[in-house]
T-cell receptor
Framework: DGGITQSPKYLFRKEGQNVTLSCEQN?????MYWYRQDPGQGLRLIYY???????QKGDIAEGYSVSREKKESFPLTVTSAQKNPTAFYLC????????????FGPGTRLTVL | KQEVTQIPAALSVPEGENLVLNCSFT??????LQWFRQDPGKGLTSLLL?????REQTSGRLNASLDKSSGRSTLYIAASQPGDSATYLC??????????????FGTGTLLAVQP
């Protein structure tokens, strides 16, 4: 069953804590992405990776970090430096060329307590 | 800077109506435009992808058009059903402004189809 999985579905964080969101894909895609979705603001790109061991900042990378040690995995860490982390986080993947579509995971809702 | 706008922000129609959702973008230099559907609390599902050289794409009751020169796209839904109720997002892949795989999203249109 091919696709993208994200875990956990819901995550609660205390102020000052770092948390890591998981994203795994078995589509053999080279490129992976992390987006943040806030009400009324659409999706904004946090980080993306076009190949293993390489990643670039998106539009709102401050307070976030990523790694891409394996083709299938692209975890996102929300650090304590991110001042307003409560949001819905979506991971996506694609083949990596300019004509293809991005496939999205089911999302993780992060809430700061 | 590429910006994507979707109008209306919300739409309510009775079942069976044909409807049109609008998407506009400020920079016509795009590789493609994509329409997505998002159900509450869920991820995005790709509906239609239109390459910059194409004028429209069709899938079942859905038809999407692209007019690059005017910076507009429409998503036409025929014979709407309550199951079509969701948020519809459009996104463009710009030629300028960074990675070629980057998508710029609109804020979406929340559609409610009343039975």
């Amino acid at each position: 069953d091919g696709g993208i999985t994200q875990s956990p579905k819901y995550l609660f964080r205390k102020e000052g804590q770092n948390v890591t969101l998981s994203c795994e894909q078995n589509l053999n895609h080279d490129a992976m992405y992390w987006y943040r979705q806030d009400p009324g603001q659409g999706l904004r790109l946090i980080y993306y990776s076009q190949i293993v061991n390489d990643f670039q900042k998106g539009d709102i990378a401050e307070g976030y970090s990523v790694s891409r040690e394996k083709k299938e995995s692209f975890p996102l860490t929300v650090t304590s430096a991110q001042k307003n982390p409560t949001a819905f986080y979506l991971c996506a993947s694609s083949r990596g060329d300019r004509t293809d579509t991005q496939y999205f995971g089911p999302g993780t809702r992060l809430t700061v307590l | 800077k590429q910006e994507v706008t979707q109008i209306p922000a919300a739409l309510s129609v009775p079942e069976g109506e044909n409807l049109v959702l609008n998407c506009s973008f400020t920079d016509s230099a795009i590789y493609n435009l994509q329409w997505f559907r998002q159900d509450p609390g869920k991820g995005l599902t790709s509906l239609l992808l239109i390459q910059s050289s194409q004028r429209e794409q069709t899938s079942g009751r859905l038809n999407a058009s692209l007019d690059k020169s005017s910076g507009r796209s429409t998503l036409y839904i025929a014979a709407s059903q309550p199951g079509d109720s969701a948020t519809y997002l459009c996104a463009v892949r710009p030629v300028r402004g960074g990675a070629t795989n980057k998508l710029i999203f609109g804020t979406g249109t929340l559609l409610a189809v009343q039975p």
